[in-house]
């Protein structure tokens, strides 16, 4: 409705006369308020693997021993026969599929058959994304193990044995598996410093350092990081910043001067704010081993529209699915940051 009263809008009766007879100026497009954007699911999708059916659709053979031994020989060249040693099994992963009903009502069919500004439906279709990519984003970061029907996330495929001791059918704590162990840290132990308040650059080159000599001498891709901790760490960075310009330029309200960064570099490697990770949790993350596996069958596939008369109702629905789950086949190569403290954050 139309606010009576407002600039120069009357009240009263003479809004009444002019609600009757005056058309509202009307953007014709819908502006959505409450949904955050996830950079580690963007690299996610960007290079999702696919998945087809059967049971465990996705198997991955890993090697947890050696599997021969070596010895020095002498001027004889003897050496003891060898002996086999199993060293592989299998981590076994199903796909967990969501879905979104779109419901289009009847009277909806009607009514904005034509002369509509915003389309429902259309807007429907969108949300079914948006709902379903922030959902995605957000069980990334919890520990989902206690409900069959979630995927699993880096939380459970980073651990060590601490918090989820089975991963992929494979328990890490069992003798032999230890390879099978992520990489989990209190702050203090990364960083190298006790008490810690908060990441610096050298703190977060020492514990780069920390996670890829764990990880076989092989850096993480990327870091994520809670906004709160970002900005944390990124105000040490702020204070080095150095702006160069050409001899003779002018300065002025219109040159371009970027202050702070998109994302942070240390080491070689990108740290990136990710809004759903846990503020106090840090995330290292290896891209090489980390998959999202999305299903051939059901990748944010839809099902059309079916007639509601079978039920005694005139109307149709339909439904968004997507079967998937996000996947390491070496979780060494990742490790989890606990316990960071920003007691100067605002976030």
């Not at 060898?82 to 099994?89: K, L, M």
């Not at 209190?186 to 006790?194: D, L, N, Y």
């Not at 709160?228 to 160069?244: H, M, P």
Request: glycine letters at 10%.
């Amino acid at each position: 409705m139309p606010l009576p009263g407002q600039g120069v809008v009357p009240s009263g009766s003479l809004y009444q006369e002019l609600t009757s007879a005056t058309r509202r100026a009307f953007i014709p497009r819908l502006f959505i308020q409450i949904y955050f954007a996830s950079p580690c699911l963007f690299m996610l999708l960007g290079n999702a693997q696919k998945a087809a059916g059967g049971l465990s659709q996705v198997t991955i053979p890993v090697q947890g021993n050696s599997m021969v031994q070596g010895q020095f020989t002498g001027y004889g060249g003897g050496f003891n026969s060898p002996v086999v040693t199993p060293g592989v099994q299998n981590a076994q992963f199903p796909l967990c599929f969501w879905v979104v009903p779109i419901p289009l009502p009847f009277g909806e069919t009607i009514i904005q058959a034509t002369d509509r500004e915003i389309s429902l439906l259309k807007a429907r279709m969108n949300d079914a994304w948006a709902v379903t990519v922030q959902n995605m984003a957000g069980l990334l970061f919890s520990n989902n193990t206690a409900n069959t029907l979630l995927p699993n996330s880096y939380i459970d495929a980073f651990d060590n044995g601490t918090n989820v001791a089975v991963y992929g059918g494979i328990n890490r704590n069992a003798p032999g598996n230890t390879s099978w162990q992520g990489q989990y840290y209190t702050a203090s132990t990364a960083t190298g410093q006790s008490g810690n308040v908060g990441f610096t650059r050298k703190t977060m080159s020492n514990s780069i350092i920390t996670v890829s000599d764990k990880a076989g001498n092989e850096s993480p891709t990327s870091v994520l990081m809670n906004p709160g901790d970002f900005a944390t760490l990124n105000s040490d960075f702020v204070g080095t910043e150095t702006i160069f310009t050409r001899p003779g330029q002018e300065m002025s309200m219109g040159t371009l001067v970027r202050s702070s960064f998109p994302n942070l570099n240390v080491a070689g490697v990108p740290i990136f704010a990710e809004h759903f990770c846990p503020q106090g949790t840090v995330i290292y993350q290896n891209n090489k081993y980390t998959n999202l596996y999305g299903s051939e069958d059901a990748m944010f596939d839809f099902s059309g529209f079916y007639s509601l008369v079978p039920l005694g109702q005139i109307g149709q629905q339909g439904v968004v699915v997507l079967g998937y789950n996000v996947v390491s086949a070496k979780p060494v190569s990742n490790a989890i940051v606990v316990g960071v403290v920003n007691p100067s954050s605002t976030f």
